[in-house]
């Protein structure tokens, strides 16, 4: 037999990443009848998550109401999830205004000589170098000794799941995102209340503010969202990110009869399980991440895997034409698989200067000069997994959407999205548009994407601020 190109190779292992309409609608069901299972598990079982019978954690987010866009007053936030680290000091103005200052920075330089994602990593480590990052933002606000006079409010954006019995106190079920700090030590986070351990940190450098309130990053920036936009535009009542993570949470319009205490249920949906399309390469990435059979739509979804299921299709397709780097796990980040992807965006005009940068981001990540036919196959395989990355994040934020009942005719509802693969590609935003038409039809135009600005951080500033004011 005829040996296959390298093309031909490409379209044999992309034909099950591109999904069908009929695969969609599949999965689309699969993940609406999985929602109802997660709501009737709650009412059984209340705060205990119990897998068999759903996937979904379905959490309670102990936050009753959404803000009115009137709350005032200066608080701080944490925001600690993913990639960056962000310390925020928000000053809510009323009327939907907030001026913030923020101190961001990656989680490595966060760490120092410390891999602050590493199993030998404590738990004071971590935290001490999170609340570092909150020193560094009022030091340079001078305002350190004013807070230990008048000690303010900090909310705390901790996206992982959590159970929470309150609003300030919340207890790490697992960790997610290749996250494993603690595991080998006598001093873990998982099964701990992470108000406990931050506040032990903020206590061990003598800061005045006292944690509040936790969300998670999903529940934050449906509340920065609802706080900001304006009154013109429908509610805000659901919150997605996509970013190192993905996951979804949404204001249940029975959250009562079900038994929570907030309407706001953080669904943890990166983890439903039925249904799912895998490819050989998603089960290489599951079976090589800390939590295996975890998390396998979050896996085919988000920033953190993209690079690694882009890079194992390039080894399958080039094989031994591929020079050892590409051997070599998260040699390809997200940034990178995003500069490939939009050069293959149906309806985009290619240019020279387009394959240019794309064949520089090959160099810089793999060493490999690639030809022209190399480049466009490479860049057919970003783009495949992006697609199907919006179009499962569209089948999350249809689900939702449709459960808040407000797509019937005359209603209408904001959808709060944060997370860097939505922000920055605006390609990708568009993908999830046209996945939701082709989903819901007509009730499509009912629904606004809005980006948040750094909603996950704001949020739990907005967050403690609405309880002080309840
Ligand atoms: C992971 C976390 C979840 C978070 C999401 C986005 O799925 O488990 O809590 O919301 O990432 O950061």
Request: charged letters at 25%; aromatic letters at 6%; hydrophobic letters at 40%.
């Amino acid at each position: 037999m005829a040996q296959l190109t390298a093309s031909q190779r490409a379209q044999r292992e992309l034909a099950p990443v591109r999904l069908t309409s009929e695969q969609l609608a599949e999965m689309r069901r699969a993940f609406e009848e999985e929602l109802v299972k997660g709501l009737a598990m709650h009412k059984k079982h209340g705060l205990k998550w119990v897998p068999e019978e759903c996937s979904f954690r379905m959490l309670d987010s102990c936050v009753a109401s959404v803000p009115t866009g009137d709350e005032k007053g200066i608080y701080y936030a944490l925001d600690f999830g993913g990639t960056n680290v962000r310390a925020v000091r928000c000053e809510l103005l009323g009327g939907g205004k907030v001026k913030s200052q923020q101190n961001i920075k990656n989680l490595a330089e966060c760490g120092g000589a410390l891999d602050l994602m590493a199993r030998d990593t404590t738990a004071s480590q971590l935290f001490d170098a999170l609340v570092e990052c909150i020193c560094e933002l009022v030091d340079n606000n001078k305002e350190a000794e004013y807070l230990k006079r008048n000690p303010t409010k900090l909310g705390f954006t901790f996206s992982f799941p959590c159970v929470q019995a309150a609003l300030n106190t919340s207890v790490l079920e697992a960790w997610t995102k290749g996250f494993a700090t603690g595991y080998n030590t006598d001093e873990p986070v998982v099964g701990k209340d992470v108000v406990t351990l931050l506040t032990a940190a903020i206590n061990r450098k003598g800061l005045g503010v006292e944690c509040a309130a936790v969300v998670n990053d999903t529940v934050g920036t449906l509340l920065s969202c609802a706080y900001q936009k304006q009154p013109s535009t429908p509610p805000c009542l659901v919150g997605a990110i996509l970013g190192t993570g993905s996951n979804c949470c949404y204001v249940e319009p029975e959250a009562a009869a079900y038994g929570y205490t907030g309407s706001i249920i953080n669904v943890e949906c990166g983890n439903f399980n039925k249904r799912l399309p895998l490819t050989p390469v998603d089960v290489i990435v599951d079976e090589k991440s800390p939590n295996k059979g975890q998390q396998l739509f979050e896996k085919m979804i988000s920033g953190f895997y993209l690079g690694e299921l882009v890079r194992l299709l390039t080894l399958r397709i080039f094989g031994d034409a591929a020079p050892a780097k590409v051997k070599e796990e998260f040699s390809l980040d997200t940034k990178q698989v995003s500069i490939l992807a939009a050069a293959a965006v149906p309806g985009t005009q290619g240019s020279s200067a387009t394959t240019a940068k794309c064949k520089a981001t090959i160099k810089e990540c793999w060493g490999w000069e690639v030809d022209d036919e190399t480049i466009k196959i490479l860049e057919d395989v970003a783009f495949a997994i992006c697609d199907r990355s919006a179009a499962l994040a569209a089948i999350s934020i249809a689900a939702f959407s449709d459960r808040t009942k407000s797509l019937e005719a005359g209603g209408g509802l904001t959808v709060a999205v944060d997370g860097s693969l939505y922000v920055k590609n605006k390609w990708y935003g568009e993908r999830i548009k046209q996945y939701l038409k082709d989903m819901l039809g007509d009730k499509a135009s009912r629904l606004v994407l809005s980006a948040a600005d750094d909603g996950s951080g704001k949020g739990a500033a907005v967050c403690v601020a609405a309880v002080r004011t309840a």
